[in-house]
């Protein structure tokens, strides 16, 4: 990814504060209530829920970035293309992070050989582990390369929804909106319905015509739903103001 150095630095990423807010504004844009309430393992594209904020293309990399307030905050995942978990001698991720770092929660998934990078936000400055001057990529630009920048992020919603459900100009405003603190539930409404988040009226109407094959399946949720349910993870992430004190994913 253009911008991003192989392996990744530090300085490649953007403050965590904007990227926090980017991230989590493109969830909002690829928001879809039939995953909700899934376990991440099993979910796909970027989303918001208690364990932070999370991308994942199903198949070739996944991500979580955790805030944990006063200007701190972890990201962590891997990228086929990194070269970490395999390199001889074993690097160790963790070096240099501070204690706040959740390292028994990383620990396991790193010997578990799921990890390939750690990078951490600290008195305004991104760090990581030192490298080996031999290892060639860790997968960070792969892995999160586009939402660095607000163009990418707008390019990876782009390509996650169908064509045909993708305004860039919503795209854009939302965007913004996120990067500034100021969502609104009036925005949401507006972008959920340009974004095609609502269930679509003439694919109701046909299956009423249609057999009932599972009488239990729960049916598409309202317009007012939909709406409440971005809103509130807008609000979890902090995006509807620009004074957010909170925490999201903070664990051990």
């Known amino acids: 990814?253009?911008?991003?150095h192989k392996p990744g630095q530090p300085g490649d990423l953007p403050d965590a504060g904007v990227l926090w807010r980017r991230w989590a504004g493109a969830a909002l844009a690829m928001y879809d209530h039939e995953q909700e309430g899934t376990a991440a393992v099993h979910r796909t594209g970027c989303w918001i829920d208690d364990a932070g904020l999370h991308w994942d293309d199903s198949g070739c990399t996944w991500w979580?970035?955790?805030w944990f307030g006063d200007g701190r905050a972890v990201l962590f995942g891997e990228d086929e293309t990194s070269q970490v978990k395999w390199h001889e001698p074993a690097i160790d991720v963790?070096?240099?992070?501070?204690?706040?770092?959740?390292?028994?929660?990383l620990r396991g998934l790193i010997d578990a050989y799921m990890v390939g990078c750690v990078y951490w936000f600290e008195d305004g400055a991104w760090h990581r582990a030192p490298y080996p001057d031999d290892l060639r990529d860790d997968g960070l630009g792969s892995g999160v390369g586009r939402l660095t920048t607000r163009a990418g992020a707008l390019e990876t919603i782009s390509l996650w929804r169908d064509s045909g459900a993708t305004d860039?100009?919503?795209c854009e405003r939302l965007l913004d909106a996120a990067e500034r603190g100021a969502v609104t539930e009036?925005?949401?409404r507006t972008c959920a319905e340009g974004l095609s988040l609502l269930a679509e009226e003439?694919?109701?109407?046909?299956?009423?015509?249609e057999e009932d094959d599972d009488p239990e399946e729960e049916s598409a949720p309202d317009a007012d739903s939909?709406?409440?349910?971005?809103?509130?993870?807008?609000?979890?992430?902090?995006?509807?103001?620009?004074?957010?004190?909170?925490?999201?994913?903070v664990r051990d």
């Not at 990814?1 to 991003?4: D, N, S």
């Not at 003439?202 to 015509?209: H, K, P, Q, R, S």
């Open 1 to 4: 990814m253009a911008g991003v």
């Open 94 to 105: 963790l070096a240099g992070a501070p204690q706040w770092v959740p390292r028994r929660y």
């Open 226 to 249: 939909v709406v409440a349910a971005v809103f509130a993870l807008a609000q979890r992430a902090g995006l509807d103001t620009v004074t957010w004190t909170g925490t999201l994913g």
């Open 168 to 170: 860039p100009e919503l």
């Open 202 to 209: 003439d694919e109701e109407e046909e299956d009423l015509f």
């Open 64 to 66: 979580e970035f955790k």
């Open 186 to 188: 009036d925005l949401v």
